[in-house]
């Protein structure tokens, strides 16, 4: 009789075995990997300089001219000689400068009545504010109109130089800028009536689950068991919109692997980007992973970070693709993280990372995590932060309550007092 054959045993244990843990990237390396993916979208578009608020610059912007163009008064009263001043005397007026004209050479012992922002006429060294003059008549043996000056000026005060602000050749705003209002401002200020902008990045965006019910649709009373309202459709759309982005909102679609195919495959022929929540975990149920193999590749693939563990990446034709988590908190978090510096750098963007600022823990979090964490906290009128009770990755309220999110790294405790790496939302959502 011959060795009973263990074969069959063997196999059968080894299908209903759980499938080997997948490997859990480091955020930093997952990041770097993302960035390196998102070359700059072709074709810089020029619009006016009223319409460039937010987007990135694809040009540098050269002054040709001196900002001021001239010396100029930073206040309303009178331009002088330093010399001339003598405590108690009085000095004519004999010019009258308003901003847009200018002025003629200074005679001995005079004063020029000058507005803000009017030119220095020539041998004038300072202005005093008309606060501290007071005006004399003629009447009082003067040819003309004075004025006497209540404190000793100093030379160059309330001057503002030529060119202080921007010299003739400098480079003033750069390529790959995030321009903000006050850089159209300045771009303004130099006779830039249009600029060169990156183009809209194209986002074709959608949710997948069958338990999703859109606000409107379906009163609270009338929800089947099961069902939730499609939050994160809502905050993906408006944060897409202040990333400049142009937004294609496909909806909910079925957790069926058909349906995915086909909303992925007619998404990528006109989109740079395929923006997808729910659906790239692993159950049974969800379809995302086959449906990009299916279709593409699949690069990315759950990253080592709290919450947001189930992030995809991946090429869908010439579209990129990317999956964020279901759980709401998590969608938020991810796209703050990870989306937002990805679509800034496919617009060109030189920066695109939000530096955290060093704030002492008002709470002990006394239970490390394998993974990076983002915790969401909000500053207190102590200068600390306080901690939102449930930092759960379905709470969204954590992250309307929080001022921000703590960037812990993994295996890290915190208790009362320990300095701490904190990212506010004023930055991210910008």
């Known amino acids: 009789m011959g060795t009973p054959s263990t074969t069959p045993t063997s196999a059968a244990s080894a299908a209903s075995a759980p499938p080997a843990r997948a490997h859990l990237k480091p955020l930093d390396v997952a990041l770097g990997e993302l960035l390196a993916r998102a070359a700059p979208l072709p074709g810089p578009e020029t619009i006016s300089t009223f319409d460039a608020d937010g987007r990135v610059l694809a040009q540098d912007l050269t002054s040709s001219l001196d900002v001021p ?19 108690g005397g009085v000095l004519q007026v004999n010019q009258r400068i308003p901003a847009g004209s200018s002025g003629h ?18 041998g004038a060294d300072a202005v ?17 109109a004075g004025v006497r000056i209540k404190v000793q000026p100093q030379a160059g005060q309330w001057i503002r130089r030529r060119g202080e602000d921007v010299a003739a050749g400098a480079v003033v705003l750069h390529r790959g800028e995030r321009l903000t209002p006050a850089s159209l401002g300045l771009a303004a200020s130099i006779g830039f009536d249009k600029l060169q902008v990156a183009p809209r990045v194209r986002v074709a965006l959608f949710s997948t689950g069958d338990e999703l019910v859109m606000p409107g649709q379906v009163a609270p009373a009338d929800m089947k068991p099961g069902a939730i309202y499609n939050s994160n459709r ?23 692997l058909d349906a ?10 006109q989109h740079d980007l395929i923006l997808t929540s729910g659906g790239v975990s692993v159950g049974e149920e969800d379809h995302i992973k086959p449906a990009v193999q299916t279709l593409g590749e ?8 709290k919450p947001g563990k189930p992030f995809a990446y991946g090429k869908v034709g ?29 617009q060109g963007a030189r920066e695109t990372a939000v530096s955290p600022v060093a704030m002492p823990a008002h709470f002990d979090w006394p239970k490390a995590d394998k993974r990076r964490e983002f915790l969401r906290a909000r500053c207190n009128a102590a200068g600390g932060l ?19 999110l703590i960037d812990n790294p993994a295996g890290q405790v915190i208790a009362h007092g320990d300095t701490v790496q904190f990212i506010p939302f004023s930055a991210l959502l910008l």
Request: with cysteine.
């Open 260 to 269: 995915t195919v086909a909303a992925l495959q007619g998404a990528s022929a």
């Open 386 to 404: 306080d901690l939102f009770a449930n930092q759960s990755s379905g709470v969204l309220t954590s992250a309307v309550w929080g001022d921000g």
């Open 234 to 256: 809502f905050f993906l759309r408006a944060l897409l919109l202040r990333l400049g982005c142009t937004v294609t909102d496909l909806g909910i679609v079925p957790d069926r």
């Open 69 to 87: 163009a001239h010396d100029n008064s930073s206040m309303d009263g009178y331009a002088l000689r330093t010399a001339d001043w003598v405590e």
């Open 128 to 144: 005093v504010m008309q606060e501290d003059c007071d005006a004399v008549d003629a009447t009082e043996g003067q040819a003309h």
């Open 318 to 346: 010439a579209a990129h693709f990317i999956g964020l988590p279901g759980n709401p908190v998590s969608s938020f978090v991810t796209f703050l993280v990870l989306v937002r510096p990805f679509l800034l750098r496919l």
């Open 298 to 305: 699949l690069n990315l693939w759950q990253i080592a970070m």
């Open 105 to 122: 050479a200074l005679a001995a012992n005079s004063a020029a009545r000058i507005f803000t922002g009017a030119p220095i006429p020539p």
